[in-house]
């Protein structure tokens, strides 16, 4: 099967319209961090965006990882759903699936109104204990408190994302998981132009995508060179977890 940039746009563009593309100001999600990858060989190709963040609804911090890919492996979908129920589910998506992953552990470092318990000195991310930082610390990762000297969940995540950004992103093998295990890695970006799909943007309308497409296309990473400023960082999302 021959790999096109404009099938590729074709089954992103498609996603965005049926809001499984990663929307970076997602009312109900604050974003705290992205990362995205490529993988192809001359027969198949595949994307993945990570998004952490942190949703009041959810309860807990999580990384979702979108994947798009030209044939999406190990869906994980639930055992009690019924046989019809599942194939009309890879009916609607033929190309693209979700999961979330968990990095940071339950604990008693959550209180009440989506703040840090008063008290509360460490979480564990990864099996691994990080020091919760006094409220001085957040000034100097650029992060105004909203209700100084309480502490939002969601701006401990993004102070979290500046000091320990690979634990809270997926892991390889996370990023992996509905990737087809022949497909090498050949890109990944810490930042990027994304879509602004609340105001109508799709992934075949930007610059980036079309370049990210072009090298899924060819494996030429040099054809991705945006003149796009990078907008994936959590400032110019505003919008995100307002609802």
């Known amino acids: 099967m021959s790999i096109t940039a404009q099938n590729i746009l074709e089954v992103l563009d498609g996603c965005a319209e049926s809001f499984d593309f990663p929307m970076l100001d ?3 999600v604050y974003l705290a961090a ?28 999580d990384t979702a990882i979108y994947t798009f890919a030209s044939t999406v492996c190990n869906r994980d979908i639930p ?15 033929p190309n693209d699936d979700v999961r979330a992953v968990f990095p940071i552990e339950e ?55 500046d000091v320990a950004r690979d634990q809270v992103l997926a892991t390889p093998e996370e990023r992996r998981l509905s990737v087809s295990p022949s497909l090498p ?3 990944q970006l810490e930042e990027w132009c994304h879509p602004d799909l609340a105001n109508g943007e799709i992934p075949s309308g ?38």
């Open 26 to 28: 997602n009312g109900y």
């Open 34 to 61: 992205t990362r995205l990858s490529l993988y192809r060989t001359n027969d198949e190709w595949a994307m993945v965006i990570e998004v952490f963040g942190y949703s009041p609804r959810a309860g807990i911090p």
């Open 79 to 93: 055992e009690h759903n019924s046989p019809m129920w599942v194939s009309t589910h890879i009916a609607n998506h």
């Open 107 to 161: 604990g008693n470092w959550r209180g009440g109104n989506e703040l840090i318990a008063v008290g509360a000195t460490v979480v564990t991310v990864r099996g691994c204990q990080y020091p919760i930082p006094p409220i001085e610390k957040y000034a100097e990762h650029d992060i105004a408190l909203e209700e100084p000297p309480c502490v939002h969940v969601f701006e401990f995540c993004r102070l979290l994302a």
């Open 185 to 187: 890695q050949i890109l």
């Open 206 to 243: 930007s610059e980036s995508f079309r370049q990210l497409a072009q090298v899924l296309a060819t494996g030429r990473t040099d054809l991705y060179r945006p003149a796009q400023v990078p907008n994936t960082h959590w400032r110019n999302w505003p919008d995100g977890g307002t609802l």
